[in-house]
């Protein structure tokens, strides 16, 4: 199975600042015939369901403010938030669909500072 | 639009079955895969597999194999997602998730409600 490791777990950032979000994949999720990143970020909350983000590793999903941006590739990958906005909390997950099981990783919790 | 229609919460004993439903409507269901995720309480998103609503076919997790069914009914747009043997550790949020047209491997654009099932004698 690939895995995928965030870092940080947890994160605090001032409102207006930038959030960084890591995730590693134990290996290439970089599907060579098509040069995608089999990779998406969900945003979470409370009492919800998961949220897509970003797939393909820096698409975004139609109606996602812009300040979210994904970028990386091959097992490298990161999620930014440009501006913190309040209502960025969350738990963030990444996720491959290169090959299954699919699987995620542990989240990061996003608060304000 | 497209919606996701989840069954309502379960309390199960140790070593029952659940059945969950997932009502698709807004889109053509046998056009796009449907995968199911959950989640235990507090921890992060574990997948289970994916069944293709056109075929019937399925994959699974392996460490879901022996106990889980995912099944669909075409004529009212429901997909289903059966787990046997329950444990106190199955207790979680359920969520289908349906992915891109014609094509497994692809980010989960829309998501259910979600349906909590317990475990507990």
């Known amino acids: 199975d690939i895995v995928m490791t965030q870092s940080p777990d947890s994160l605090a950032v001032s409102l207006g600042e930038r959030a960084t979000i890591n995730c590693m994949s134990s290996?290439?999720?970089?599907?060579?015939?098509?040069?995608?990143?089999?990779v998406s970020w969900y945003q979470q909350k409370p009492g919800q369901p998961p949220k897509l983000l970003i797939y393909?590793?820096?698409t975004r999903e139609s109606g996602v403010p812009d300040r979210f941006s994904g970028s990386g590739s091959g097992t490298d990958f990161t999620l930014t938030i440009s501006s913190l906005q309040a209502e960025d909390v969350a738990v963030y997950y990444c996720?491959?669909?290169?090959?299954?099981?699919?699987?995620f990783g542990q989240g990061t919790k996003v608060e304000i500072k | 639009q497209v919606q996701l229609v989840q069954s309502g919460a379960e309390v199960k004993k140790p070593g029952a079955s659940v059945k969950v439903s997932c009502k698709a409507s807004?889109?053509?269901?046998?056009?796009?895969?449907m995968h199911w995720v959950r989640q235990a309480p507090g921890q992060g998103l574990e997948w289970m597999g994916w069944?293709?609503?056109?075929?019937?076919?399925?994959d699974y997790a392996q460490k879901f194999q022996d106990r889980v069914a995912m099944t669909r009914d075409t004529s009212i747009s429901t997909a289903y997602m059966e787990l046997s043997r329950l444990r106190s550790d199955d207790t979680a949020v359920y969520y289908c998730?349906?992915?891109?047209?014609?094509?497994?491997?692809?980010?989960?654009?829309?998501w259910g409600q979600g349906t909590l099932v317990t475990v507990s004698s």
């Open positions: 998730a349906r992915g891109a047209p014609g094509i497994a491997a692809a980010p989960s654009h829309y």
């Open positions: 069944i293709n609503p056109n075929s019937g076919g399925t």
């Open positions: 807004g889109y053509t269901f046998t056009g796009y895969y």
């Open positions: 290996q290439s999720v970089l599907y060579n015939s098509n040069n995608k990143n089999y």
């Open positions: 393909w590793a820096s």
């Open positions: 996720q491959q669909y290169y090959s299954t099981p699919w699987t």
